[in-house]
């Protein structure tokens, strides 16, 4: 069965789509996370004027329901740009959605310490549930682009999403370790969540990067005010989780990468800007396309028309002439006919002249 695009809708509560070209988009899927406006309640009680203390509403993160819940037979329309990143409308909705993706504790565990070590098979199973939602690319290039673009942003909602945990739940000193794992979220898997408390209480890391701190000759200087990042190969980090890996330096977000050392490497403002206004240019070069075939398959179809039509006149002419000739063989066979019976017929013999009467032949002739 072929599937069709769905038509979402955008709404001010949950999805709304905005244009995505030089927003990143850790931003807009971060934003799923805020609270909503503040609503206050009072209340008189009968006995004084004792009213009641306002309350904080908040509408919690956004689950994006009208995705999750999309038709089987439907998937959502996913625009793209050179670099293979959602952009326009679909791109907010798109990252909030992978949001949601990442909070699932049965399809991302936060018993993982590092989205590295977490299970492949695991994150072949989101990239699934989004392909099974979205449209994605036939090109081998942009499938692949699209699906690593997807996974990182997974792993970074996942990381997320393990940071706000510590935030609301996770209470200073070593004593109140029990404490917080028989307080946890009520979604989160228990054995999941002990292992994460575990994690959050281990103070070996933390005293080795304040060991190596307290030495100056591992405190980075840099006069740099250009916005690019001060980083080294062998920094306390570094020396403490290990070497960096390809691709993305730990602690910096997108774009840096060990082979750059610095943020200059990253995509500039007008960088993006530029590879928008080709991709806008590119998306009216298609559009002008699809109209000029639209009508060619007009003109085409015109042409067709026009085709038949002379055949058809053509094919009346020659029953015309055929009619014709068929007419004027009948017409000469039937003359052939009316002279052969002329000839076959015998002369008509001559009847003799009436006798004249008497009284006529007394008559005197006139002079």
Same mark, same amino acid.
């Given at each position: 069965?072929a599937?069709r695009?769905?038509?979402?809708?955008?709404?001010?509560?949950?999805?709304?789509l905005?244009?995505g070209?030089?927003q990143?988009a850790?931003?807009v899927?971060d934003q799923d996370?805020h609270?909503?406006s503040?609503?206050?309640?009072t209340?008189?009680?009968?006995?004084?004027?004792?009213?009641q203390?306002?309350?904080?509403?908040?509408r919690?993160?956004?689950k +994006?329901?009208?995705? %999750?819940?999309l038709?089987?037979?439907?998937?959502?329309?996913l625009?793209?740009?050179?670099?293979y990143?959602?952009v326009?409308?679909?791109?907010r909705?798109?990252?909030?959605?992978l949001?949601?993706?990442a909070?699932? =504790?049965?399809?991302c565990?936060?018993?993982?310490?590092d %989205?590295?070590v977490?299970?492949? #098979?695991?994150?072949?199973?989101?990239?699934r549930l989004?392909?099974?939602k979205?449209?994605?690319?036939d090109?081998?290039k942009a499938?692949?682009?699209l699906k690593?673009?997807t996974l990182q942003?997974?792993?970074k909602?996942?990381?997320d999403?393990?940071c706000?945990?510590?935030?609301? +739940?996770?209470? =200073?000193?070593?004593r109140?370790?029990?404490?917080?794992?028989?307080?946890g979220?009520?979604?989160?898997i228990p054995?999941?969540w002990?292992i994460?408390v575990?994690h959050w209480?281990s103070?070996?890391a933390?005293?080795?990067?304040r060991?190596?701190?307290?030495?100056?000759?591992?405190?980075?200087?840099?006069?740099?005010?250009?916005?690019?990042i001060a980083?080294?190969?062998?920094?306390?980090?570094a020396?403490?989780m290990?070497?960096?890996?390809?691709?993305r330096i730990?602690?910096?977000?997108?774009?840096p990468?060990?082979?750059?050392q610095?943020?200059?490497?990253?995509?500039t403002?007008?960088e993006i800007?530029?590879s928008?206004?080709r991709?806008?240019?590119?998306?009216q070069?298609?559009?002008?396309l699809?109209?000029?075939e639209?009508?060619?398959a007009g003109?085409?179809?015109?042409? #067709?028309?026009?085709?038949?039509?002379?055949?058809?006149?053509q094919?009346m002419e020659?029953?015309m002439e055929?009619?014709?000739e068929?007419?004027?063989?009948?017409?000469?066979?039937?003359?052939?006919?009316t002279?052969?019976?002329?000839?076959?017929?015998?002369?008509?013999?001559?009847?003799?002249?009436?006798?004249?009467?008497?009284?006529?032949?007394?008559?005197p002739?006139?002079l």
């Amino acid at each position: 069965m072929a599937r069709r695009k769905a038509n979402l809708r955008t709404r001010p509560k949950s999805v709304t789509l905005q244009s995505g070209g030089s927003q990143d988009a850790d931003e807009v899927g971060d934003q799923d996370m805020h609270d909503a406006s503040t609503q206050v309640s009072t209340q008189v009680s009968t006995q004084g004027s004792d009213v009641q203390p306002a309350k904080r509403v908040t509408r919690g993160p956004n689950k +994006y329901l009208e995705i %999750w819940d999309l038709p089987d037979d439907q998937e959502i329309e996913l625009p793209l740009n050179s670099m293979y990143q959602p952009v326009d409308e679909g791109a907010r909705t798109f990252t909030g959605f992978l949001g949601t993706i990442a909070r699932k =504790p049965h399809m991302c565990p936060i018993k993982y310490l590092d %989205w590295k070590v977490m299970p492949e #098979e695991l994150k072949e199973e989101c990239w699934r549930l989004v392909k099974r939602k979205y449209q994605v690319p036939d090109n081998p290039k942009a499938y692949e682009g699209l699906k690593k673009f997807t996974l990182q942003k997974i792993g970074k909602a996942w990381r997320d999403h393990k940071c706000r945990l510590k935030a609301k +739940y996770y209470i =200073p000193h070593s004593r109140n370790k029990a404490r917080v794992k028989s307080n946890g979220p009520r979604k989160c898997i228990p054995e999941d969540w002990n292992i994460l408390v575990d994690h959050w209480y281990s103070d070996d890391a933390v005293d080795k990067m304040r060991e190596l701190l307290a030495d100056p000759e591992n405190q980075l200087q840099s006069s740099d005010t250009s916005g690019s990042i001060a980083w080294s190969r062998d920094d306390v980090f570094a020396k403490v989780m290990g070497k960096e890996h390809k691709g993305r330096i730990r602690g910096v977000g997108f774009g840096p990468t060990p082979s750059g050392q610095s943020s200059k490497t990253a995509l500039t403002d007008s960088e993006i800007r530029l590879s928008q206004a080709r991709d806008d240019e590119v998306a009216q070069l298609k559009a002008s396309l699809a109209t000029m075939e639209e009508k060619l398959a007009g003109f085409d179809e015109m042409k #067709e028309k026009v085709s038949q039509f002379e055949e058809m006149e053509q094919r009346m002419e020659e029953r015309m002439e055929q009619r014709m000739e068929q007419r004027m063989a009948r017409l000469l066979q039937q003359m052939q006919q009316t002279t052969q019976c002329n000839q076959d017929l015998s002369p008509v013999e001559q009847s003799p002249p009436l006798p004249r009467s008497s009284a006529a032949s007394h008559q005197p002739r006139s002079l």
